[in-house]
């Protein structure tokens, strides 16, 4: 038999705030989620009630010295389902049967929010399908799953802003109070609709990095490339290095030519779209699916790209010397007095110390390299959700769209300035041999595409297409933006809150403005999604991170 309710600071349940105007939360369990939840919720002004299978035992071991558990009452599961309106049953899937079964009736019409993972990642059935099944006549929400306890933690809710909370429910009325109370908590709400999305849910926070393996493997792929070609260039046909500077002077060179392809591959897939869009004459076509993962990749090869260059820069300035850049400084010359012999030299000889200072090359790749690294840093704080919060949309437009490839343009200016002087010395056939001109090659092609498209005609014609225009104008009429419905959810996983406001304000489409229901600032909802703006954004913004 459970134990009967049992106030965690008896004579002082009503000075912690509570707000009767807010609907009652329950919290079934009492473990880590269970108190950093309901310590969250009392800091919100909710009135909450934790519900335990013993609740006299669970007393004596939670952190009720803790401020924020002080009026939280802690009672038994049945007493916890009868009071509250909202309950979060924040208990493992695996103890659902046990412990829930027998609450079929006291759960009836009640919003049973569950929060529940699971381990492995495929499952014919979502927890929170499974606890419909359970408890039939309650309103299962699927909801907070993702949130980590150490998010719930930031008692200030300064630590969640920008979080996603998804929720999920057959029941309207279900999803809408629990979006309310994750919007109060400080979270943003992606509401996904029907139950059968918890599966989606749950799958998600088992996948990890799963954003990240494309690009990272295509980086090391490219840098393993470069690294050969270096060490055959340079100790193999040449012997130019000793295999002592191997870690540092060798090691920086496919490095920074690494960095610099990433950085073009996070802009190619923005002019390859620009590219099939003007062929194609309509942007309701989608794009062959090895461009859409591209595409939704750019934010990590470009902070891949950036990570490379901090490398790449750190290496360099340990290095500034004449020894190792010699082509940067000036050679210092010493003259020997005119009666010193080889018999003198053979005994001793101290040389005066000649100081010299660096060729107009070196300085200017200095100072265009300093400049493109400013910048890069610039966008890829601009990345950061709080940053990217203060900028309003011309603002982050600028920054993802212009000065990001101005920076590429930097860095192939970086590196002609350094490689450029060789380049017409080297001649037709050995130019092919130059780690300088090979690098800037692919960045130069996506900066010329780029040029292309930002004049006339073409970046009209490219803009009248991004903004509905087809080119067949029956296939307009017979193309609605239902073509486009199948905007996956996938899509929503890595954007920020800065997406969903800037979604709601850039909805422009053609030919359905009326079926958007992007909610807003605080709230998106992609559940009844009837437009193509998710992959317009996707074809159409070059957000560098
Ligand atoms: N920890 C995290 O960061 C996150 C956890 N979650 C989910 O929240 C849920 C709770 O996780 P967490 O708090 O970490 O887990 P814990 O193991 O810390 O707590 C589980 C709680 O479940 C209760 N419980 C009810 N029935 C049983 C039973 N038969 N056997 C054992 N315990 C039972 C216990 O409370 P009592 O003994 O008082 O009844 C216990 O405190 C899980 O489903 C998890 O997937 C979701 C997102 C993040
Ligand atoms: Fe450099």
Known sequence: MEESLVPLMENDTKSSGTNGDRVRIGVVGTGNFAVAFTKCLVMAGYNVIMGSRRPGLRKSTLPMTEECLCGVELTTISECFTNSDVIFIAIHMEDFQDTLGKYQELTRGKILVDVSNREYRYAAHSNAEYLTSILPHAIVVKAFNSVPTQALEQLSGMGREGLKVLVASDSQSG?????????????????????????????????????????????????????????????????????????????????????????????????????????????????????????????????????LVCVHVIASVLMLSPTYYSSWFHHATVTLPANVSHATLDAEVVLPVTRT?????????????????????????????????????????????????????????????????????????????????????????????????????????????????????????????????????????????????????????????????????????????????????????????
């Not at 300085?363 to 890829?380: D, H, K, T, Y």
Request: proline fraction near 3%.
């Open 175 to 307: 999803r809408t109070a629990v979006s309310e109370i994750a919007k109060s908590l400080g979270f943003l709400v992606i509401d996904l609709g029907g139950l059968k999305s918890a599966r989606y849910m749950e799958e998600q926070v088992l996948k990890t990095f799963t954003l990240w393996r494309i690009p990272l493997f295509l980086t090391f792929g490219i840098f393993n490339l470069w690294s050969l070609f270096i060490v055959y260039l340079y100790f193999i046909e040449k012997t130019a290095y000793n295999w002592e500077q191997i870690f540092l002077k060798v090691l920086n060179k496919p490095l920074c030519m690494t960095a610099i392809t990433v950085l073009a591959l996070t802009y190619l897939p923005g002019q390859l779209a620009a590219v099939l869009q003007v062929i194609n004459g309509t942007k309701h076509k989608r794009f062959p699916r090895v461009l859409d993962t591209w595409l939704k990749s750019r934010k990590q090869l470009g902070i891949i790209s950036y990570a």
């Open 357 to 545: 200072w660096m060729t107009w090359k070196g300085e200017a790749a200095c100072l265009v390299g300093i400049a493109a690294f400013l910048l890069m840093s610039a966008v890829a704080l601009t990345s950061i959700p709080s940053v990217g919060e203060s900028l309003n949309w011309s603002e982050w437009t600028c920054v993802h769209s212009k000065l990001s490839y101005f920076v590429l343009f930097l860095s192939v200016a970086h590196v002609c300035v350094m490689g450029g002087p060789g380049w017409a010395k080297a001649g037709p056939y050995k130019i092919w041999k130059s780690i300088t001109f090979l690098s800037s090659l692919l960045p130069m092609f996506v900066l010329v595409l780029k040029i292309l498209f930002s004049l006339p005609p073409l970046s009209g014609y490219l803009r009248k297409i991004r903004r509905g225009w087809e080119r067949d104008s029956r296939k307009a009429q017979s193309s609605p933006c239902s073509r486009n419905h199948d905007v996956t959810v996938v899509d929503i996983e890595d954007e920020s809150q800065k997406e969903g406001s800037r979604l709601s304000k850039l909805c422009g489409c053609a030919h359905g403005k009326g079926s958007h229901n992007y909610k807003g600032v605080k709230g998106v909802s992609f559940a009844n999604t009837n437009c193509h703006c998710a992959s317009e954004r996707l074809q159409t913004k070059t957000s560098m991170f």
